[in-house]
């Protein structure tokens, strides 16, 4: 990982201009690939039938306009389904599509629901997450993880989405933070680099192993924490 510990709380960044070190008061939390399990390969290629090449279904799906319109807010399921089987050219029926869709996200990974237990004792914690609704019912069907949250920032409710900076703004002015108060972890890297530019901490983890190691070796979680988890 890129980044270092100082002493006390709070990280510093090498690249950082500014080395200023300020206690964290809140996490916050990328959902898919950080806190739960992302089974987005899987879900694609069952949406897509007939692309055989994962990678390149994954670069249509994201290049496509109705994914951006869905997760924020400004289309429904119909009209998300009609744009994007034709921006994708395949031929599956709209139940089949939505079937597979909700199963993007998987359960919470094991750990999870403890660490943002015992994080709550002493930081606010909060998810940023671009998604949509039909991900977040099936979600809330299978686990109550978001109920543990102080806040939840969706993307479909927001109408702001990763990595634009008005994202990550909205977080601090709504928490009422400063943004290097907040620490942010998330698995893709443009996501991370959008909120350091902000002024956030942020580092990439992928799974709550490394989420719990990060915060172990920040200061951010104790020992005898770590080991109960």
């Known amino acids: 990982m890129d980044w270092e510990m100082s002493r006390g709380s709070g990280l510093v960044y090498p690249d950082s201009s500014d080395k200023r070190q300020m206690e964290i008061k809140c996490i916050l939390f990328d959902l898919g690939g950080v806190l739960v399990e992302l ?3 899987e879900a694609l290629m069952e949406m897509c039938p007939g692309l055989a090449n994962p990678e390149a279904v994954r670069e249509a799906w994201f290049a496509s306009a109705a994914v951006r319109a869905f997760e924020t807010g400004k289309i429904g399921f119909a009209g998300f389904c009609e744009q994007a089987i034709g921006d994708l050219g395949v031929e599956v029926d709209e139940a089949a599509f939505r079937e597979a869709h909700s199963r993007f996200l998987g359960n919470p990974f094991p750990g999870a629901i403890n660490l943002l237990r015992v994080l709550k004792n002493n930081y606010k914690i909060a998810c940023l997450s671009n998604t949509n609704p039909v991900h977040i019912d099936a979600l809330r069907e299978r686990t109550d993880i978001l109920d543990l949250l102080d806040q939840c920032f969706l993307s479909y409710q927001t109408g702001l989405v990763k ?11 709504t928490m009422g933070l400063r943004p290097p108060e907040c620490l942010f972890l998330d698995d893709r890297l443009k996501n991370v680099r959008a909120a350091r530019a902000l002024g956030m901490q942020a580092e990439k983890v992928v799974g709550i192993h490394q989420v719990q190691e990060l915060l172990l070796s920040a200061g951010l979680l104790r020992q005898s924490e770590y080991r109960n988890l």
């Open 163 to 173: 990595p634009d900076r008005a994202a990550f703004a909205d977080v601090v002015e």
């Open 39 to 41: 089974k987005e390969e």
